[in-house]
């Protein structure tokens, strides 16, 4: 493509595929105490959400 | 719906339901720009863009872009419709925050503790309380493994016993109720000596440390109870604590607030990066509108180009990090914690020294927000369930906003303080949060 270049493909979609864990940090933890940010978090289950059929012992809101 | 935007000399466009992020050329962020941030995007250019554009561009090339933006949209990764994602249950908590002490050894003029008591009698948490509290948590945490406590005040380590009785009757449990915590500490570094920087480094997972940048805006408002300035003072013990954070590899962030007095802000976190700390984190301050310190309206604009100009030093210096312009655009969390943000009231809650329970730091003491006690007194199932249900999608202008999925729907308590609703976030901190973001994806993605 000549005028579009993407950089980030549909990352949402895929999380809510295998995510829910509910093992990831709380954010207002980290360092704020004030202005929650969450993008800038860790999933605690990347490597996990990679690879799905592994992701079968998490359940929603666990 | 999507959300162009241009920093450092490049243009971008978010497509806010996808998380996908694409780089335009001059053409591409023309047409988005005329399309708009609701759409539709028609299979072929309409006409009337077809003729505003062919002024400066052929019309081949308006088709020739067009078709490239189309076939994004068909991925599914541009004016993606928004998806029904349904919040998971929720109603286990996750982590805590013990206000070990309701007591300071400063006297700081925007402290939402109003100078470390919270309203209530000064007092620090005894181990029974906080004891009681780490047995609330392992109990209504049903299946999840990683906990997390987080020591706070006041300023915690006048309660410094109880903070270490604590950590090791919750480490003595872990094994057998099968779970992982990790603490962190926030500190004003005033009593930080020796002794308790290698405890707290040994035992601490994060430690928070608050300064607020150069000596003389410090000082104006981070005051001893004699009212003098705190910084010569604090500064020996947080340098001190974030070499032993360096040493060891441990996280650690120096975290400052910025007020009225100073929403052009960049000289004082770079101050903190010439002193040597390399994780920073600067807030903007939340008091009431009137309070001489509350940031308003007319600073916005300030604010933004400070952040405009913070970004430009980040593009070029890679000595420290800013908290907000870290993002995770890979690894990042799943869409299900993004739908709700910080927990506050569902899976995140604050403890009184005296073992009240409230939804977050910020509501402690705060009449008609107290969720139970950590003795085994009744819950409030109703008030948990009011701030679960409180996702992006349930709030009327988060639905509507791109930064949806990154921001989560902003500070519960910054909403209550200040607009007297939950569902309502607080405006001037969405207009600051939106900025952070386009920062932080134009700082990752120039990369
Ligand atoms: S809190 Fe504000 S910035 Fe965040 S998603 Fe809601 S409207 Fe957007």
């Not at chain 2, 020796?194 to 607020?212: H, R, T």
Request: aromatic residues 8%; hydrophobic residues 40%.
């Amino acid at each position: 493509m000549k005028h579009v270049k993407t950089l980030v493909p549909a990352t949402l979609k895929r999380s809510a595929q295998n995510g829910g864990c509910g093992e990831c940090q709380t954010s207002c933890q980290s360092a704020c105490k004030t202005s929650c940010t969450v993008a800038n978090q860790k999933c605690e289950n990347t490597r996990i959400r990679k690879q799905p059929s592994e992701n079968q012992q998490f359940s929603i809101g666990n | 719906m999507i959300h162009t935007f241009s920093g450092l000399g490049g243009h971008f466009v978010l497509d806010a339901e996808s998380g996908a992020v694409h780089q335009l050329d001059e053409l591409g962020l023309a047409l988005l720009t005329r399309v708009g941030p609701e759409g539709p995007m028609t299979d072929v250019c309409p006409p009337a863009i077809l003729a505003a554009l062919s002024r400066v561009w052929p019309p081949e090339e308006i088709a020739e872009g067009w078709d490239e933006l189309r076939q994004l949209r068909d991925r599914g990764e541009l004016f993606t419709p928004a998806e029904a994602y349904r919040a998971p249950e929720a109603g286990r908590l996750k982590a805590l925050c013990l206000h070990v002490a309701h007591d300071c050894d400063l006297r700081c003029g925007y402290c939402f503790a109003g100078t470390g008591h919270y309203g209530g009698a000064r007092g620090l948490m005894p181990f029974e309380t906080a004891r009681a509290a780490i047995d609330l948590l392992a109990a209504r945490s049903g299946g999840r493994r990683n906990l997390e406590v987080d020591f706070f005040g006041g300023e915690p380590l006048l309660a410094l016993d109880t903070v270490k009785q604590t950590v090791a009757y919750a480490r003595a449990h872990e094994t057998e109720w099968g779970k992982r915590f990790r603490f962190t500490l926030t500190t004003n570094g005033l009593a930080l000596d020796a002794d308790n920087i290698a405890w707290l480094d040994a035992e601490m997972d994060n430690l928070v440390l608050s300064l607020d940048g150069r000596p003389n805006v410090n000082d104006a408002v981070r005051k001893t109870p004699t009212g003098a300035g705190s910084y010569e003072k604090i500064l020996p013990g947080l340098l001190a604590a974030a070499r032993a954070r360096e040493a060891s590899g441990k996280d650690y962030y120096v975290r400052g607030t910025f007020t009225a007095r100073n929403p052009d802000f960049v000289d004082d976190l770079l101050h903190l990066a010439e002193l040597g700390f390399r994780h920073l984190s600067m807030e903007p301050v939340v008091l009431p509108e009137g309070h001489p310190l509350a940031l308003r309206e007319e600073h916005v604009p300030t604010v933004l180009a400070a952040y405009d100009r913070l970004l430009a030093i980040m593009r070029e210096r890679g000595d420290f990090s800013f908290f907000h312009f870290n993002i995770d655009l890979d690894g990042g969390p799943c869409v299900y914690k993004r739908l709700r943000g910080c927990g506050a009231g569902f899976e995140y809650a604050a403890v009184s020294p005296e073992g009240e329970v409230y939804p977050c730091h910020q509501f402690v003491g705060k009449a008609g927000f107290r969720l139970g006690d950590v003795w085994g007194g009744s819950w409030d199932d109703a008030l948990s369930g009011r701030f679960a249900a409180l996702t992006v999608e349930t709030k009327p202008d988060c639905a509507v906003c791109w930064a949806k999925y990154f921001c989560s729907g902003g500070c519960a308590a910054a909403a209550v303080n200040l607009n007297g609703r939950m569902d309502k976030p607080y405006g001037l901190g969405c207009a600051l949060q939106r900025k952070r973001l386009e920062c932080a994806l134009v700082l990752k993605l120039r990369d």
